[in-house]
């Protein structure tokens, strides 16, 4: 059974840190490209960062709203990717849903709310 479970939302202050991590099961991790999203009420989700699989060589992209600020990185052994989230500001507030995609196959968590207000 495929799962991707987010973890380290929550509530910080403009400026702030956090790290959301996603551990995966069920599938190959190794073998998949693996992203973050993230979307607000009524808008479409959209790519924050993104890292490809190990074959593809672990390459990162991000979004220009975020570069220099959020991290994306992966630990093969733990089958987990993370993202470490810093300078945030409020128009970082939204649910961030984690990404697992080979080819035509795509996977998704079930998303965790990061709040940034003071």
């Known amino acids: 059974q495929v799962q991707l479970v987010e973890s380290g939302g929550g509530l910080v202050q403009p400026g702030g840190s956090l790290r959301l991590s996603c551990a995966a099961s069920?599938?190959?991790?190794?073998?998949?490209?693996m992203s973050w999203y993230r979307q607000t009420p009524g808008k479409e989700r959209e790519l924050v960062a993104g890292?490809?699989?190990?074959?593809?060589?672990?390459?990162?992209n991000y979004a220009d709203s975020v570069k220099d600020r959020f991290t994306i990185s992966r630990d093969n052994a733990k089958n987990t990717v993370y993202l470490q989230m810093n300078s945030l500001k409020p128009e970082d507030t939204a649910v961030y849903y984690c990404?697992?995609?080979?080819?035509?196959?795509?996977?998704w968590g079930q998303g965790t709310q990061v709040t940034v207000s003071s």
């Open positions: 990404r697992a995609v080979r080819r035509s196959t795509v996977f």
């Open positions: 069920g599938f190959t991790f190794s073998n998949y490209g």
């Open positions: 890292i490809t699989s190990v074959i593809a060589g672990s390459s990162t």
